[in-house]
């Protein structure tokens, strides 16, 4: 009886030391549970579980294409969507979309079903353009999980893109439903508006979603756009200074947006705009690129 209770002694302290890295990770020190788990790894077997949580260090460090492998090698040891969730998250972060996508088509056949892996997946198809596929995924995941926000505004997307405004509106509707504030569901909601020229009550929407998310610079060149549309022109420019501020690689769309506005096209000269947005070109020199944030399907 003394060895399987050393056994069930040990596979308890990894699990402990798992939920500390975990815990680190989550309050902003990946670099230190990287460190955590890498000691975890080298005194003892390569369990899935420290393969998994290593791997979500190295994403927390924006270091998508070195958690791919012990991502990889976690998921050839078992039968979790949630890891296959994040290795494909982390092979499309590194470029590798096409290699992403068979493992979602894995995760989600999992049984229990995992919502995030629907949404991954329909959300990858939506952005490959295979809109089909993209619908059917998304809703069979509402089959799943009928109150995943998540879900509904990728759905949304989808119509939109389509130009489907009636389908978007419900979508972004429901989204909001069951995740009141969703600032996707909002934003989305604010672009159906404004495609059907409801500028105030789109701008109403756009400010709703920054509300809940300032650094959203799509949602504050959405509302540039949207004053404009409604001949605020100063608050206009300053929300699209605002959005190259936060997001330099967006000058080219802040600048698209004033040269091709309802009022600025009829005028404004190519010269004239870049002068317009002068300070954000300024914001564009001193910073290189922008990196996405950090996604993590779950724990």
């Known amino acids: ?21 975990k815990a680190v990770i989550q309050n902003g020190r990946p670099d230190e549970a990287e460190r955590m788990l890498r000691e975890l790894l080298a005194k003892g077997p390569r369990l899935p579980v420290v393969l998994h949580a290593l791997g979500l260090a190295l994403m927390g460090q924006r270091r998508a294409d070195e958690a791919i492998a012990p991502l990889e090698e976690a998921a050839r040891q078992g039968a979790d969507p949630v890891v296959e969730t994040n290795l494909a998250i982390a092979l499309d972060q590194s470029g590798r979309t096409a290699d992403a996508v068979p493992w979602l088509q894995r995760a989600i056949t999992r049984q229990p079903p995992f919502a995030q892996a629907f949404r991954e997946l329909g959300a990858m198809l939506f952005g490959l353009r295979r809109l089909d596929e993209a619908e059917a995924v998304l809703k069979q995941g509402l089959d799943v999980a009928p109150d995943l926000a998540e879900l509904w505004v990728v759905l949304g997307g989808l119509h939109l893109d389509r130009a489907e405004r009636g389908d978007a509106k419900l979508a972004f509707a429901r989204a909001l439903v069951t995740a009141p504030g969703h600032p996707g569901a909002l934003y989305g909601m604010g672009a159906v508006l404004m495609a059907e020229g409801e500028y105030a009550r789109a701008e109403e929407r756009f400010r709703q979603a920054l509300a809940r998310d300032p650094a959203d610079y799509q949602t504050r060149l959405s509302l540039g756009a949207c004053l404009l549309e409604l001949r605020r022109w100063d608050d206009g420019l300053a929300s699209l200074r605002t959005a190259v501020e936060i997001a330099p690689r967006s000058y080219a769309m802040a600048l698209k947006v004033v040269a091709t506005s309802g009022r600025g096209r009829f005028w404004l000269k190519p010269s004239s705009a870049v002068g317009r947005l002068h300070a954000a070109s300024l914001a564009v020199q001193k910073s290189a690129s922008f990196s996405p944030q950090f996604q993590n399907a779950d724990f």
């Open 1 to 21: 009886m003394k060895k399987p209770n050393r056994i069930a002694s040990a596979a308890a302290a990894v699990d402990e030391a798992v939920q500390r890295a």
